[in-house]
């Protein structure tokens, strides 16, 4: 069976490389991104199951990079990262077509559950 | 401009400032979050039978110190600020104050995938004049050019002392972004109260806005 592949998105260096180190501990296969260019450079030639994207990245939001990367990977689930949308009125602002949205800091282990969860919607990976 | 919209501007200046400092002291608390988590990880490792990294345990250590300070750094500028909201003329040293509005505006200048330096001499230039407003001023040039950029670029922000005239020189490298002056314009007016002049160098490689503060030692009443 093959491993999960989830791709980070986050310009704040240390939390993307040290989350990546830590789902790779629990088993995923991950690829990090510290901008929109360089996420859509590895959705292009990589399969991923999940991305979790920071909203707030330099030049675009993390809104705008879902849409691009659903240009490249129409059904790839997206999980958001935000220290504001922890409420249903910030969650309603970030727009329709994500998974899920986590405030940071992030607890690994609701990281963890929403990326399994995430998959476990794929139809065909049930 | 009227008192109810100067005062919106003021309110304005400080929630952007705020929002930005908290967001960049949430990810410290989000990085520290994720070291503490790598170091429950090395210790379920050695439970299980691994042998404790001891450089990585210290690499850890060191990357969670300099988070710390990243964190106190933010505080202490924010906690500043919150001092400087005097509107009152008073002396006060122009570098450390363009420090400090340097690293409260980083987030915004990150944003773009600006680089935001200061140029300044570690020696201290004295001025007499109203510290909160003229922060205000710097701030809303540096926002408003920030928003013009769209590729990765430098700006230095540094005082030059010239005679008894001093000046912020807020230098754009390199300039591959389209400014327009008239973004500009509706600075005119603060910047008219408070009587400093604003120029503007545009050119198609480089660019650079300098705020000339008025001769204002001997009549700081004048402000």
Redesign the interface.
Known sequence: MSKIKVLLVD??E??VF??S??LQ?RGFDTDAAL?SVDALRLASINDYDVAVIDL?L??VTGQDLMKMIKHIQPDLKIIFMT?HCSDDQGRKGIGKGYFDCLI???K?DILFESIIAAVLSYPEKK | MSVENSLQQQFTFVEKITAGV??DM??V???????S??LE?QIYLAENGAQLNLDKLQSISE?LSN?VVRGRNLMKSLNKFAHETDQNVSAFDLNEMLENLILLCNRFA????IELKSNSTNSKIVIVHKAFALKQLVFNVLITLFEQI?SPSEILVSSIPNGSQTKIVIELHPNSSTLSIDNFSIFDESAEKLSVLIEYHFSDADASIDLLLPNNFNNPQDL
């Not at chain 2, 990150?110 to 995938?113: D, G, M, T």
């Open positions: 310009d704040e240390e939390l040290t989350l180190e830590r501990f901008n707030k330099p030049l220290g940071k800091p992030i690994i | 908290t967001h949430n990810n608390l989000a990085v520290i979050n994720e070291y988590g790598l990880d990357r988070q990150l944003a773009q995938q769209n």
